[in-house]
């Protein structure tokens, strides 16, 4: 088993913990069990060395998919190192980025059902796809969600996106988003394309 393996192990342990956390009821002396063993594994992580996003490779400022890749193990919405995200699946249908994830019950908004905000996530995250498929570096100018209808919470959920149109810099990209035959969401966008150096600024 690689690192990366071990990460995205942790990652998904940590996520379940997480929705099951949500979703149970615990008493006063397992709660405050439970947190002394988290505080003591965070002591754990805290020695470890410090680190940062793999977004300094060589060739990354050209590359748009090497920086994609660079950055997918800790991407918030299909990350699998990322404990705080949302563990979603993505592939390409042609030139069409698809992301599929089962939200979690932290995740919930009104009962039952998805947070609105996780499925703009979604959204979005989803059309970056896009502009890793075309090789474009672009920020996000606007994003615009029609909600249909409620996603329900432990069921697949799939995001489609692809570029409608191109204008220069102006890039017009369209989703939607599914759940079995429930038609939950449109999405439209328009994204900038920019300098590829902009993507190499660190905050840290």
Known sequence: MTTAERRARVARALRA???????????????????????????DVRRGRPRRRSDDGAGVESDVTAFHRSLANDAVVAG?????????????EDDVAVMEV????????????????????????TMGYVLA???????????????RDAAPIGVPVRARAWLEARDDRKLTIRARIDAGEIHVADGEALFIA???????????
Do not use: C, K
């Open 80 to 92: 699998p190192a990322n404990p705080m995200g949302l563990g979603a699946q993505h592939w390409y």
């Open 194 to 204: 920019v300098d590829p150096a902009l993507f190499s600024l660190r905050t840290d």
């Open 102 to 125: 089962t939200i979690g019950r932290a995740f919930e908004g009104a009962p039952g059902r998805s947070h609105g905000g996780i499925l703009a996530t979604l959204v979005d995250e």
């Open 133 to 147: 498929r075309h090789a474009i570096f672009a920020l996000t100018g606007w994003l615009r969600i029609d909600y």
């Open 17 to 43: 913990l997480g929705h099951d956390f949500v979703d149970h009821e615990l008493d006063d002396d397992d709660l405050d069990a439970l947190a002394e063993t988290i505080e003591g594994l965070l002591g």
